[in-house]
């Protein structure tokens, strides 16, 4: 059982807008900023989406995140085929003195 | 900025095992580094986290008294050293530059993981 919890799964049809949730507590989400992985099966993770709403170069602009209270959202607008993939959060926890990433969410394109 | 992690195999239980991670393209000494594990089929497990001056070292439950993490900013690598392997560590390992950092001064959150090496495999079975 995870500390950040996300939906294990998602989907969505070309073109629609996806919001993927996490789900933590004061110690976490609520105290640091939250960072979000997309992995594609057989490859390593890459950073998405850092400091809650910032897109590192070369991510396009129908990703988003943003935070509020102890939870965060990735959004994904415009959903493409090769937008299927898991996506995890992450952040620092200061009572486990580590940083705990979310059980992932895997997401498919209908 | 690039990362290569070495030194996975196969291991019988209550064996060690010594991770190597090398860096390139950055300035490695500014940089926490961590470690992450994927077992089979499953999500991502953080494991180890180092400071940029080895001044901290963190380590999820799991591992804790078992793992240790260290580094060399000189030969730019850092390090995982598993000891007591069981089963259940048995996992993609992934090394992921950290938050970076001048000095005392970090910056972005202390969860920063990001790039990340392609991952090596640990197999831990009798």
């Known amino acids: 059982q995870s500390v950040l919890t996300q939906p294990p799964s998602m989907s969505g049809t070309p073109g629609q807008r996806v919001t993927i949730s996490c789900s933590g507590s004061n110690s976490n989400i609520g105290r640091d900023s939250v960072n979000w992985y997309q992995q594609f099966p057989g490859t390593a993770p890459k950073l998405l989406i850092h400091t809650n709403d910032q897109r590192p170069s070369g991510v396009p602009d129908r990703f988003s995140g943003s935070k509020s209270g102890t939870s965060a959202s990735l959004a994904i607008s415009g959903l493409r085929s090769e937008d299927e993939a898991h996506y995890y959060c992450a952040a620092w926890d200061d009572s486990l003195n580590g940083a705990v990433i979310g059980g992932g969410t895997q997401l498919t394109v209908l | 900025a690039q990362l290569l992690e070495s030194g996975g195999g196969f291991v019988q239980p209550g064996g060690s095992l010594r991770l190597s991670c090398t860096g390139s393209?950055?300035?490695?000494?500014?940089?926490?580094m961590s470690w992450v594990r994927q077992a089979p089929g499953k999500g991502l497990e953080w494991v180890a986290t180092?400071?940029?001056?080895?001044?901290?070292?963190y380590y999820a439950e799991s591992v804790k008294g078992r793992f240790a993490i260290s580094r060399d900013n000189v030969q730019k690598s850092v390090y995982l050293q598993m000891s007591s392997l069981r089963a259940e560590d048995t996992a993609l390992y992934y090394c992921?530059?950290?938050?970076?950092?001048?000095?005392?001064?970090?910056?972005?959150?202390?969860?920063?993981?990001?790039?990340w090496g392609q991952g090596i495999l640990v197999t831990v079975s009798s």
């Open positions: 393209g950055f300035t490695f000494s500014h940089f926490w």
């Open positions: 992921a530059r950290g938050r970076s950092c001048v000095g005392r001064t970090c910056y972005d959150s202390p969860a920063w993981l990001g790039p």
């Open positions: 180092i400071r940029h001056d080895e001044s901290e070292k």
